[in-house]
């Protein structure tokens, strides 16, 4: 496994790493606190702005929809990057309400002034273990998974996903239950398992979905991985603890990075989908059912899910969802309703 050097002790501290508990009364928490199900509300931040977004003629939240909440350390954290821009590493500190951009991750190899250097997108490629606060990256087109642990401020690559097809548009997710990722491209799955420190395929056929820009994302409280989609599919699969995995009712719409904003309940844990035509869509994938949701959208899709992304908030119930330029450059939150039974 390979390691990059630990960053001095006060840079952590000054990023909030080393405190496990956020002050009381936060803005996040606040908010969130005053709002009904069913309901959205801005969430006023300090340093999000187009420049921090920015790379070179682009901005990172492109190709993606996807980014995580670190609970220990109350951060949301997110890699991505610009059409042949560079890669930039954000995080939103809870406790102090402010953005911040962080060092470029050393495994990435380009030039963050000029943009130059391997390119990608986030896509759904940032991925938690909230149990032992580590962050997961994929990066494009490669076999490689990096490893950020939060609290050490420390950078690792896993082993190659050895004989994995590549490609842009590719997924992960952590699944607790299991003790490690699940990386899906294309119809064939990865799992790779902490202990063993090795990869190991789920399927061996290719199962239906679109050629790229699948999903993946957690679900604790179904103790699952719902993934799929992709470029002209609404095909959905939900992998349980045991590894099997079973095609629920296919999405209303298309599903991918490329038409809808995919996200997960995070009280509920049903698949919350907002497509680019406005309409949100929640999938129970116990009871494999999918259901409209009626919401009043703060901001204009205009037809199209791109710079907008979110991260599940349990500790508060809420969805944290962040703008690109095209969309108001803008922090809300999004309390999702329960089915009514």
Same mark, same amino acid.
């Not at 390691?3 to 000054?14: E, K, N, T, Y």
């Not at 050393?106 to 580590?134: E, S």
């Not at 603890?241 to 904003?261: S, W």
């Given at each position: 496994?390979?390691?990059?050097?630990?960053?001095?002790?006060?840079?952590?501290?000054?990023?909030?790493?080393?405190?496990?508990?956020?002050?009381?009364?936060?803005?996040?928490?606040?908010?969130?606190?005053?709002?009904? #199900?069913?309901?959205?509300?801005?969430?006023?931040?300090? &340093?999000?702005?187009?420049?921090?977004?920015?790379?070179?003629?682009?901005?990172?939240?492109? /190709?993606?929809?996807?980014?995580?909440?670190?609970?220990?350390?109350?951060?949301?954290?997110?890699?991505?990057?610009?059409? /042949?821009?560079?890669? =930039?590493?954000?995080?939103?500190?809870?406790?102090?309400?402010?953005?911040?951009?962080?060092?470029? +991750? +050393?495994?990435?190899?380009?030039?963050?002034?000029?943009?130059?250097?391997?390119?990608?997108?986030?896509?759904?490629?940032?991925?938690?273990?909230?149990?032992?606060?580590?962050?997961? $990256?994929?990066?494009?087109?490669?076999?490689? @998974?990096?490893? /950020?642990?939060?609290?050490? %401020?420390?950078?690792?690559? *896993?082993?190659?996903?050895?004989?994995?097809?590549?490609?842009?548009?590719?997924?992960?997710? /952590?699944?607790?239950?299991?003790?490690?990722?699940?990386?899906?491209?294309?119809?064939?799955?990865?799992?790779?398992? %902490?202990?063993?420190?090795?990869?190991?395929?789920?399927?061996?056929?290719?199962? +239906?979905?679109? #050629?790229?820009?699948?999903?993946?994302?957690?679900?604790?409280?179904? =103790?699952?991985?719902?993934?799929?989609? &992709?470029?002209?599919?609404?095909?959905?699969?939900?992998?349980?603890?045991?590894? =099997?995995?079973?095609?629920?009712?296919?999405?209303?719409?298309?599903?991918?990075?490329?038409?809808?904003? $995919?996200? @997960?309940?995070?009280?509920?844990?049903?698949?919350?989908? *907002?497509?680019?035509?406005?309409? *949100?869509?929640?999938? %129970?994938?116990?009871? %494999?059912?999918?259901?409209?949701? #009626?919401?009043? *959208?703060?901001?204009?899709?205009?037809?199209?899910?791109?710079?907008?992304?979110?991260?599940? @908030?349990?500790?508060?119930?809420?969805?944290?969802?962040?703008?690109?330029?095209? =969309?108001?450059?803008?922090?809300?939150?999004?309390?999702?309703? #329960?089915?009514?039974?």
């Amino acid at each position: 496994m390979r390691s990059f050097p630990l960053a001095c002790v006060a840079l952590a501290l000054a990023h909030g790493f080393a405190a496990a508990e956020e002050p009381a009364g936060t803005a996040l928490g606040k908010v969130a606190a005053g709002m009904t #199900p069913g309901t959205w509300a801005e969430l006023p931040t300090e &340093g999000y702005t187009a420049e921090l977004l920015k790379a070179q003629h682009h901005h990172v939240l492109q /190709y993606t929809s996807a980014a995580t909440w670190e609970p220990k350390s109350r951060q949301v954290l997110f890699v991505g990057q610009g059409h /042949y821009s560079a890669l =930039k590493f954000l995080s939103y500190a809870a406790g102090a309400n402010r953005w911040t951009l962080r060092p470029t +991750p +050393p495994w990435w190899g380009g030039d963050p002034a000029t943009g130059k250097g391997p390119i990608g997108h986030a896509y759904f490629n940032n991925a938690l273990d909230a149990g032992n606060g580590v962050l997961y $990256v994929h990066q494009s087109d490669t076999r490689l @998974v990096h490893r /950020y642990g939060v609290a050490a %401020d420390e950078w690792t690559t *896993l082993p190659e996903i050895a004989g994995a097809a590549t490609g842009h548009g590719t997924a992960i997710a /952590y699944f607790p239950e299991r003790r490690g990722l699940i990386r899906v491209l294309g119809g064939h799955v990865h799992a790779y398992d %902490d202990k063993a420190a090795a990869w190991s395929r789920l399927t061996t056929e290719r199962l +239906p979905m679109g #050629p790229y820009h699948n999903f993946a994302q957690s679900s604790p409280a179904h =103790k699952a991985v719902l993934f799929g989609g &992709g470029n002209g599919s609404k095909d959905v699969y939900r992998l349980d603890a045991a590894g =099997k995995i079973a095609a629920l009712k296919p999405a209303p719409v298309e599903v991918g990075v490329n038409t809808a904003v $995919v996200t @997960v309940d995070p009280v509920g844990g049903e698949l919350l989908v *907002l497509h680019k035509g406005g309409q *949100l869509f929640a999938c %129970d994938p116990t009871a %494999d059912a999918w259901r409209e949701v #009626p919401t009043e *959208l703060p901001f204009a899709l205009k037809g199209s899910s791109f710079d907008v992304v979110a991260t599940p @908030v349990p500790e508060y119930g809420v969805v944290l969802v962040f703008t690109g330029p095209s =969309k108001g450059t803008k922090v809300w939150l999004y309390k999702p309703a #329960p089915a009514k039974r």
